[in-house]
């Protein structure tokens, strides 16, 4: 059985009837660069939690004001103040905590010169640019002895400093927070969205004490919206999460078997089931995808049969100058594959091209891999030798006198 010369009967039998090649080929096209699509999306997402975790920090846990009820109605975790800085400073003790920082928040007006910028002020300690891993770009953060004077002191987010400031150098440089003056210290580098897709650049970090006394003000003196805390190590996330939740109920003074009025979240934990749900997104975008391969399998099937009953004289007559079974079957199965390869190269670069796309005009961010072109070309062609045996068969089943006598 000569290969070369199989091959070349097959690239006649697909030149010669172009059209149809062409339809056949379109389903696998279609289904290919779905694919590709559908996965490049779902990898980027998995890829961008996977950077926003590692931006996050390590061995986090976020502790939150708890539910409470009055009066028959469930109010959710964060609707009351229950937690306070004591209650942080108290926390940063334990043996298995590196360090703390609590949060207060509000929405603020800033002013530099003719420009207005709305954002949320932060209110926290130094610790917190330690805790969660933030980086300088220009400047220091403000310092302990900021803190205890409650010094009007200001690090900028990106965002906020682009809007205030364009491409000027903002340290050094004095702003108003609800017409208060602040001195910028210090700018942070860009760290993009949280988890919950809040944009982390957009904000204003001063001193909590500064914070409660002169900006938000607070109805609670000395209560805060949350507190991060910092684990030693991923081994002792456990015991640490145990540690904070005794000491709090200590400090609260919680009775035995009643509810906490606190809740201790593991990071990790809720950035795992993040990527878990990414990861589960991807393969269903694939699995979705991969029904139009399907349907461009069935498609080929279909083509090729016709084509083995229009072409039965011809096998007849092949068959009838020593072509044999093998032969007959090679070829078809050939043009299958054939068919399904060139459609699906054709589907790659149509994928890679939507993906640009999307990646551009979305604001999405796209990952292809060589993992998912090597996926491309061994489905298309698995779908050719699947989809292309059973035609192939029929017609190296067919005898050579009925074949010759076929109208």
């Known amino acids: 059985m000569n290969f070369t010369a199989i091959f ?3 690239l006649r039998a697909l030149r010669q009837n172009r059209l149809r090649t062409g339809l056949t080929m379109l389903g696998m096209i279609i ?15 998995r890829t961008k939690i996977n950077e926003t975790i590692a931006e996050m920090g390590s061995n986090l846990f976020l502790v939150v004001p708890g539910a409470t009820s009055s009066g028959g109605f469930s109010f959710g975790s964060g609707s009351v103040r229950t937690l306070t800085v004591n209650d942080s400073y ?14 207060t928040s509000g929405t603020v007006q800033l002013n530099y010169a003719a420009k207005n910028w709305s954002t949320i002020v932060t209110g926290t300690t130094p610790d917190y640019f330690m805790v969660g891993k933030w980086k300088m770009e220009s400047g220091t953060p403000f310092t302990e002895s900021d803190l205890r004077s409650a010094a ?34 210090g700018v942070l580098m860009a760290k993009g969205q949280s988890l919950t897709g809040r944009d982390q650049d957009d904000n204003v970090f001063i001193p909590i004490t500064t914070s409660e006394r002169q900006i938000t003000g607070n109805q609670f003196p000395g209560s805060i919206r949350y507190m991060l805390v910092q684990g030693n190590s991923d081994d002792e996330m456990d015991l640490a999460e145990l540690e904070i939740t005794q000491l709090l109920r200590q400090r609260h003074r919680i009775a035995k078997g009643k509810d906490n009025d606190f809740t201790v979240r593991n990071l990790a934990a809720i950035a795992d089931v993040a990527t878990n ?18 349907v461009g399998g069935i498609g080929i099937m279909n083509i090729m049969l016709v084509s083995v009953t229009e072409r039965t004289r011809e096998i007849g007559i092949r068959m009838a100058i020593g072509a044999n ?44 891999t060589l ?26 089943a067919l005898k050579p006198v009925d074949a010759l006598r076929y109208e």
């Open 8 to 10: 070349g009967e097959a």
């Open 31 to 45: 289904g290919v660069a779905a694919v590709v699509l559908m996965l490049s999306i779902g990898q980027g997402a």
């Open 90 to 103: 108290a926390v940063a003790e334990l043996s298995s905590v590196r360090a703390t920082a609590p949060v």
């Open 152 to 185: 009007r002191v200001v690090v900028l987010g990106s965002i906020t400093a682009k809007n205030l400031f364009g491409d000027e150098d903002p340290v050094g440089k004095t702003i108003r927070i609800t017409n208060r003056p602040f001195l910028v210290v």
């Open 277 to 294: 749900a990414a990861k589960i997104m991807s393969i269903v975008l694939g699995a979705i995808a991969s029904v139009s391969l399907l």
């Open 325 to 368: 079974q093998r032969a007959i079957l090679a070829q078809f199965l050939l043009e299958a594959v054939m068919i399904c390869i060139m459609g699906g190269v054709i589907g790659l670069f149509l994928g890679i091209g939507g993906a640009w796309l999307v990646s551009r005009f979305a604001d999405m961010l796209i990952v292809i």
């Open 371 to 396: 993992g998912m072109v090597g996926l491309a070309f061994l489905f298309s062609s698995a779908v050719g030798i699947f989809f292309g045996f059973y035609p192939a068969k029929k017609a190296a």
